[in-house]
């Protein structure tokens, strides 16, 4: 399997209420990397049983061709829901991963990772190319606190995602524009993600998007995300996922480089020289390593990349 088919990319998770069958219909026509279909906050506890119903007949229905990844936030594990919602939902045929909410401790995952392995044996045997991800919002300062354990919790585990709101509600925090009171708990997502080689870091939601001034402050939210090391970002509505994916996605400049490092790489080593330049930067082996992961990316994300190695073929190490 390529790198580019390993990768996980999810620029964008876009959740959409399973009550509503206006909307699950909606969603299909978008193009996203990766939509959530709710059972969690979005849905009563009297429509529950309705939903699971909603969703499973749309997982169970042919792909839409521009959704990456179909996902389902099931109620978190203390709730009571959670069960019934596996129950339901395991059935679906194109189900690719769990968002499971408040994750404040291993044996959160470790529940999901047993009722996955009984209900579903084939997808979660030691060499199945495909098992159920799962996706765990970290919500509180216990979550923050165990992140280790959380991280080793479960093979099946794909991502770590942000969930500001109900960790502000934890501390008692309140939400600023500059974000400056989640850093330690974003800081600590990000870092615990890459130690663990989790592929997907999501974070927060923006509440606001709509007029050019809440364009204005998705854009500089997503931006400050990826300074910080996420490679995504929740979104609660679809006007928010052309910019998001923009923002999380590699720009064409950046693939353009990171080819011309690939190809000026492969001819230094054919001609046995191990310190090279490119535009009067030293390349060294951790950019060259960044530059794979770039291309790998942009090669899931859409990319014609074989006609930009056409296009660089005669670049030569400096």
Same mark, same amino acid.
């Given at each position: 399997m390529s790198s580019a088919a390993q990768q996980v990319v999810r620029r964008a998770q876009l959740y959409v209420p399973g009550s509503s069958m206006r909307f699950l219909e909606k969603s299909r026509s978008l193009a996203v990397d990766s939509i959530a279909y709710d059972l969690e906050d979005s849905v009563t506890? %009297?429509?529950?049983?309705?939903s699971r119903e909603n969703i499973l007949s749309i997982l169970n229905r042919d792909r839409a061709p521009s959704i990456r990844e179909q996902a389902v936030r099931i109620n978190s594990v203390s709730s009571g829901f959670a069960l019934q919602d596996l129950t339901t939902i395991l059935r679906g045929?194109?189900?690719?991963?769990?968002?499971?909410?408040? !994750?404040?401790? #291993?044996?959160?995952?470790?529940f999901i990772t047993d009722v996955l392995r009984q209900a579903l044996p084939d997808r979660h045997a030691p060499d199945s190319p495909n098992p159920v991800k799962i996706i765990?919002?970290?919500? +509180?300062?216990?979550?923050? &606190?165990?992140? =280790?354990?959380?991280?080793?919790? +479960?093979? $099946?585990?794909?991502g770590l995602t942000f969930a500001a709101e109900?960790?502000?509600?934890d501390l008692s925090?309140? *939400? &600023? #524009?500059?974000?400056? @009171?989640?850093? $330690? /708990?974003? %800081?600590?997502?990000? &870092? /615990?993600?890459?130690?663990f080689e989790i592929p997907s870091a999501l974070d927060l939601v923006s509440t606001t998007f709509r007029g050019e001034a809440g364009v204005k402050a998705l854009r500089a939210e997503s931006e400050n995300g990826r300074r910080f090391g996420? =490679?995504?970002k929740q979104c609660i509505h679809p006007e928010q996922v052309r910019l998001v994916q923009g923002v999380f996605?590699?720009?064409?400049? @950046? !693939?353009?480089? /990171?080819?011309? !490092?690939?190809?000026?790489? *492969?001819?230094?080593?054919?001609?046995?020289?191990?310190?090279? &330049?490119?535009?009067g930067k030293m390349?060294?082996? #951790?950019?060259?390593?960044?530059?794979?992961?770039?291309? /790998?990316?942009?090669? !899931?994300?859409?990319?014609?990349?074989?006609?930009?190695?056409?296009?660089?073929?005669? @670049?030569?190490?400096?």
């Open positions: 506890p %009297s429509k529950k049983p309705e045929t194109h189900l690719d991963a769990l968002v499971v909410p408040k !994750v404040d401790r #291993p044996s959160d995952l470790h765990a919002l970290i919500e +509180s300062a216990r979550a923050i &606190t165990d992140l =280790n354990g959380i991280c080793a919790a +479960s093979p $099946y585990l794909s109900d960790f502000a509600l925090i309140t *939400r &600023t #524009p500059d974000l400056h @009171e989640f850093t $330690y /708990a974003r %800081s600590a997502i990000v &870092t /615990a993600a890459r130690a996420f =490679n995504g996605g590699p720009e064409e400049k @950046e !693939v353009q480089w /990171a080819v011309r !490092v690939l190809i000026c790489d *492969r001819k230094a080593d054919e001609q046995g020289r191990g310190a090279w &330049t490119l535009d390349i060294d082996v #951790p950019v060259v390593g960044k530059a794979r992961a770039i291309v /790998a990316k942009a090669e !899931v994300c859409g990319f014609d990349v074989r006609e930009m190695w056409e296009k660089f073929g005669d @670049e030569e190490p400096q």
